[in-house]
T-cell receptor
Framework: DARVTQTPRHKVTEMGQEVTMRCQPI?????VFWYRQTMMQGLELLAY????????DSGMPKDRFSAEMPDATLATLKIQPSEPRDSAVYFC????????????FGDGTRLSIL | RKEVEQDPGPFNVPEGATVAFNCTYS??????FFWYRQDCRKEPKLLMS???SGNEDGRFTAQLNRASQYISLLIRDSKLSDSATYLC??????????????FGSGTRLSIRP
């Protein structure tokens, strides 16, 4: 089965450090989503790309977060500088830009900022 | 009011029971609906899409009520392995535009032996 691949699976770092999370979408999928999940907030959409173009990043704190798709096989989410409140599980999902097509999630990156 | 609301539960039911959850949404322009399940410390996984006429997949039945703006999930003959959090997903216009895809906060289901 094709899968969305995320790296790293776990990341622990000190506040102020840069964090980069990577995602390889399923081959052929042209939409990519970044989500953040915490116990308190549930699943929040941070950014959404279609055909590598960012279409919606309104859920993302702009001052420290950035999301890019340098090519069709790689999406990145960066946090600089990181803060303890950024601790969460970050999921990447990919799908097809057609109605009624679901998203498929990666395993997530568990991020802890000390 | 949240755009997508679910009863957080937990629902604690015996094995073999039938259980149902609802998910209400506020945007009447919503067009795509899904149920996902998420196991503890795992990623959400698609359970089923929800079609206008309702659809069934084995022990699972999904319904859409556009007039009242809710979707439902019915699980018959529940198994221990059904214990998970069930998330509803609502999208305003599919993925063909920069639509907002909203996940509900999830309903926790626990099946007891």
């Amino acid at each position: 089965d094709a899968r969305v691949t995320q790296t790293p699976r776990h990341k622990v770092t000190e506040m102020g450090q840069e964090v980069t999370m990577r995602c390889q979408p399923i081959l052929g999928h042209n939409t990519v989503f970044w989500y953040r999940q915490t116990m308190m907030q549930g699943l929040e959409l941070l950014a959404y790309f279609r055909n590598r173009a960012p279409l919606d990043d309104s859920g993302m704190p702009k001052d420290r977060f950035s999301a890019e798709m340098p090519d069709a096989t790689l999406a990145t989410l960066k946090i600089q500088p990181s803060e303890p409140r950024d601790s969460a599980v970050y999921f990447c999902a990919s799908g097809l830009a057609m109605s009624n097509q679901p998203q498929h999630f990666g395993d997530g990156t568990r991020l802890s900022i000390l | 009011r949240k755009e997508v609301e679910q009863d957080p539960g937990p629902f604690n039911v015996p094995e073999g029971a039938t259980v149902a959850f609802n998910c209400t949404y506020s945007n009447s322009a919503s067009q795509s609906f899904f149920w996902y399940r998420q196991d503890c410390r795992k990623e959400p996984k698609l359970l089923m899409s929800v079609y206008s006429s309702g659809n069934e997949d084995g022990r699972f039945t999904a319904q859409l009520n556009r007039a009242s703006q809710y979707i439902s999930l019915l699980i018959r003959d529940s198994k221990l392995s059904d214990s998970a959090t069930y998330l509803c997903v609502v999208a305003a216009s599919g993925y063909s535009s920069a639509s907002k895809i909203i996940f509900g906060s999830g309903t926790r289901l626990s099946i007891r032996p």
